[in-house]
């Protein structure tokens, strides 16, 4: 056992790195040329923990201001303590958004560290009910033309076998629908009858008109799953189209803290609630919002961060899938050692890795860097 009795968190250190996409992206509300992901490196006892969130460069403020001083001095192997105590230490500042991925990034980092000190993989201290997670292709955004959403496709399905694959819809908050159908029709064409269809219309649409659009999508081309079909605050407005409609609808990927997603599942909003380890709080609040799914009887699936999810997705006995998100993949290969392939359509942990397995890799990661 590497820990010992003793041990105290001794320091966080943060970076943060902003890196282009490799084309212009968009979905149905948003468009965006680059990701930032802030960095949080915990040490003790000469072992390093290492978290991570893609949000602003202010989570690395307030780590450096507010978090530090909180976590410090902390047993690494109490990591449940540290992130109520910073929670507790940010009550004045507004736990959603930049606040929350804050805490996520070291939260992760904590949970990475206290794995490392006991030299074991996180996996194995956490606990997992299965030897692997299924994952879905992600992407297929509305900026790409034809041929280069085919080709994501075809990369998912063929490279990967990945059997199901999720395009952006939605497009220019839902005065698009014409396109939207057709790249949907698209879609099934190339991931062939065997595959899962889903959409994300990232809230893009009203709620009637999410109910016709997605009633043709699962009619004219098997769509099994649509995400965000109204903005993920419209509670009411997410039940009324889940009623209306045969497919899964999904949410919950701008779940700050464990009450969100308590409110979702209480209005019977979702058929599977969607839970951002990188936003919510990290491993810890990952796993509470997990366990009120299934107390509730539905299903979750990790939100983009497909390789920092893993260790989570493999404990809990509700999960559905996790995101394989074109953005994350791409910059977590980029930027860290250590990343967990996708074999067969599955994400597989390296059972000789300690911790989450992944650590920074600096001689790459330096020329992306903004802090």
């Known amino acids: 056992m590497a ?3 003793g041990a105290a968190v001794r320091s966080l250190a943060t970076s943060a790195y902003r890196v282009p996409t ?14 930032t992901v802030v960095v949080v490196e915990a040490g003790a006892d000469g072992a390093t923990g290492t978290g991570w969130t893609y949000a602003s460069s202010a989570c690395a403020t307030l780590v450096d201001e507010t978090l530090c001083d909180v976590v410090a ?7 449940v303590g540290a992130h109520e105590a910073m929670v507790r230490a940010c009550r ?13 990034a070291v939260d992760v980092a904590l949970w990475d560290l206290k794995a490392r000190l006991l030299g074991v993989g996180l996996p194995e ?6 030897p692997d997670v299924p994952v879905y292709g992600s ?3 509305t900026t790409y033309d034809d041929a280069t959403m085919v080709a994501q496709l075809e990369r998912w399905v063929g490279h990967f076998g990945i059997p199901r694959a999720k395009i952006k819809v939605g497009e220019s908050w839902g005065t698009e629908e014409a396109r939207d159908l057709a790249r949907t ?19 893009g649409y009203g709620r009637k008109q999410a109910v016709r659009v997605g009633r043709r999508m699962a009619e004219d081309h098997g769509v099994t799953w649509l995400e965000e079909p109204v903005s993920s605050d419209d509670l009411d407005g997410l039940r ?36 951002d380890a990188t936003r919510c709080g990290g491993y810890t609040s990952w796993l509470r919002a997990a366990a009120l799914a299934h107390a509730a009887g539905v299903r979750v699936s990790g939100h983009c961060a497909p390789h920092l999810h893993l260790p989570v997705a493999l404990h809990v006995p509700n999960l559905a899938h996790v995101e394989y998100f074109h953005d994350h993949a791409r910059l977590d290969a980029l930027l860290f050692d250590g990343v967990p392939p996708v074999v067969d359509g599955r994400l597989r942990p390296d059972s000789d890795a300690v911790g989450h397995g992944m650590v920074l890799r600096p001689a790459d990661a330096d020329r992306f860097r903004i802090g």
């Open 3 to 5: 820990g010992r009795p």
């Open 22 to 35: 490799d084309r212009p992206e968009a979905d149905g509300t948003l468009a965006w040329s680059a990701t």
């Open 73 to 79: 001095g902390t047993d690494p192997m109490d990591v």
């Open 92 to 104: 004045n500042l507004g736990r959603p958004g930049v606040v929350a991925c804050g805490v996520s």
């Open 125 to 130: 201290l956490l606990g997992r009910c299965r």
């Open 139 to 141: 992407g297929g955004f």
């Open 185 to 203: 029709g698209l879609a099934r064409r190339v991931v062939g009858e065997s595959a899962e269809l889903f959409v994300d219309a990232n809230g």
């Open 240 to 275: 009324l189209v889940r009623d209306r409609l045969d497919l899964d609808v999904a949410a919950g990927e701008y779940g700050y803290d464990e009450p969100y997603f308590r409110r979702m599942l209480a209005a019977g909003a979702v058929d599977c609630l969607q839970v």
